[in-house]
């Protein structure tokens, strides 16, 4: 079995209907992580932060609010199913 995840539930059923029984499609329902806002200073020190050449740097994410719930959600109803693959279909504006 096989996972797509999308932001908008409408988009998740159209898709459902396209890819069959081999394929379970979630929505996540908008954006997951962002970085600090100025109301959350844990990890705000470290907005500037560096890389080097072998490894990309690890920024500050925050969850977005409710997101934590809606993945946690999701990841258990992969497991259930047995799900060997995870595509990643979200908007690409962030």
């Given amino acids: 079995v096989r996972l797509m995840i999308l932001e908008s539930g409408a ?8 890819l069959g029984k081999d394929w379970m499609v979630e929505a996540c329902n908008g954006h ?15 907005a500037m932060w560096a890389s080097n ?6 920024p500050p ?3 977005t609010e409710g997101a934590e719930r809606i993945i946690n959600k999701i990841l258990n109803k992969a ?3 047995g799900v060997e693959e995870v595509y990643i279909a979200t908007d690409p504006d962030r």
Wanted: net charge positive.
């Fill in 11 to 18: 988009k998740a059923q159209t898709v459902n209907k396209y």
């Fill in 79 to 81: 497991s259930q199913k």
């Fill in 32 to 46: 997951v992580q962002d970085l600090p806002s100025n109301g959350n200073r844990k990890g705000r020190s470290k």
């Fill in 53 to 58: 050449d072998d490894n990309l740097p690890d």
């Fill in 61 to 63: 994410w925050d969850w």
